[in-house]
DNA sequence: GCCTGCTTTCTAATCGTTTAGGTTTAGGTT
DNA sequence: AACCTAAACCTAAACGATTAGAAAGCAGGC
């Protein structure tokens, strides 16, 4: 097409004002039903498609909100966006998601590069599963854009921002007693970097059980990836001298893989040769050999909840601003959230 | 924030005019170093950061794609968005996804109001893995949307329409050869709707090949998620009088989900009882229980394919604008491309 | 002193919408 | 006839950036 139709082609072909036009299309009042039909037909006739960066430049209210995640191969993720997604859409709002560690490594530099990202396109509001930095949150807030924390903590001193916490804590405790009952003694926690919050809650946890029980634990730190993990894994257990340990704990979905795929390689059989448990229930654990024995966050109603705060808080803006208040987002205490983790037992423990 | 400051707030504060802190803040030329520095520096004590709607609807370059999926827990899209993503980044755009089947199910109407949205957000381009309704080629056409089809056919009248497709046929005859070497007579493929259009490309391949190696093929249609595969295949075993098959194919992802769990409700082990193949190669494939022979596309690749040819066609729209000519994307013959897909044994197959 | 050419800067129009505030019109009341 | 009301519509000013086209400043050459 040579040119494409603007708003006011469809005010030229209909002899109506750009405001009547304008009122038809977005079923507004003011506009007689005669009008409203030669409005939409002529837009139809014309392929007129509305412009969004016009629109939104114009109209303060912003509707699309970001997921901000590390590494979508994460099953994690994916349940968690589907429950955000379910709770957006009836509020007529939209959800993108902005991966930050795209190639597979988190930088500082790329987390401010996001952030910058997503309030230069004025982003309505934020459900993060990293822990932003301090400086960064603080940036947001300036510019009015209300932030979820979920899965990951916000930084200490954001003691306002809202946050739906797993009881990692307690589950792992619960993944550690159940260890025990199998009479393992020697544990080993593959774990992702504590850049991710939830790392220090769940290596406490299995400390702390392992202790109680009288078991020892090593902690085996990798990237976040499947192939640091198996990489980080199989190097550990070729140090000479090193023994197999009794029970492996993966610390989420990637690190699982990359776990299983060193035992492969090595011919090592679970759960007779080591046991294995993983964190992250997803939908493969049940079909894999053995079925998984998993830590169970059920992240999809983690994203509902999420959600759901957001939407309020960002209702809540959408008031305040029709009254001629500031924006800023209320957060109140109860959004500030934590939720348990249950342990699902199939057979990869050795049950 | 109180009022978010804009680039003539960085110009009062500098005394300069909007022009050149335009020009000093996207490093273009026309700015002494002196003035540079200046803006750089009250830009980022003010807090400023540029209006991405305002700098869109100036500007006519668009700079965002959007893949198209149905069903992101497909692992294919996973793969191939990892491909398309490694391309655009180098060349400065930046993929969203859009999904079409967000709540399970594919209808038309949905199809129309993506296709509707990406219009309004004047997308740069688009690479689809759907077949697109030839009214949806025809309006991204007329608003020079170019578009490039992965895996999915174009619709049949758009002739000129980049695609990359893989030879479903013969990958699918190569599955149906190794099934027959077995010797298993009995062939049962578990299919998603036809409205992807691979499905009917890979029936032909495996008709072909049964009727070629005197096997019997039944083909088995479900809804494109686990669920109804679960559901679809095990009302199938249950009607009186049927037969358990002795092979197996899952028709993508999710449908083998389906088909493992239905057959582990039943206590059927494969592959001795029955054979199980599935196309679309991932990461679980090989730690699932027995270790699962599948038919694999490379996707990753396919979408580093669909990439570089849709970067190439947005090239040459820029281009030719800069010369003054309408941006009507131009399409080469070598942009309809067939890439081969593999068999990967493994041993769910009976190897 | 005038002209030329170069760099740096400015002015003002423009992109395509929405909307505050005002005006017209039709119809009803008194 | 004079006045009022509400619905339907219009005019024109935003929103916040980019960018032609004009202009100012400066150096060097004649």
Redesign the interface.
Known sequence: ??K?PTLRDVSEATGLSSYTVSRALSNGPDVSAASRKLVLKAAREL?Y??????Q??RKKSRSSVAVITAS??NYYY?DL?KGV?RVL?VSGRNA??ADIA?EGVYTPEVEDAIV?DL????TAGIITTLTLSSENVK?LE???IPVVFVDSAPPEDATQVPSILTDNYAASMKAGAHLARHGYTDWLFLAYPGRWSTRAERERGLQEAATKHGAALRVLETEND?DSACKTLSSYLNTPGRTLPRAIIAGNNPLL?GV??AL?QREIVVPTQVALMAFDEF??A??????LTVVDEDSESIGVLAAQTLTRILDGQLEAERRGD?PVPSYRPEDRREVNADLIVRQSCGC
């Not at 498609?49 to 016009?54: C, F, L, T």
């Not at 309030?119 to 004025?122: L, Y």
């Not at 049940?286 to 079925?291: A, G, Q």
């Open positions: 097409m040579a494409k392929g498609v509305p412009n969004r960066a016009a939104e430049l979508t191969s994916l966006m997604q859409r993108v998601v795209a910058q309030i230069q396109s004025r940036l300036s510019w009015d499947s893989h299983l795929t492969k939908a493969w049940p079909l894999l050999d053995p079925p500031p």
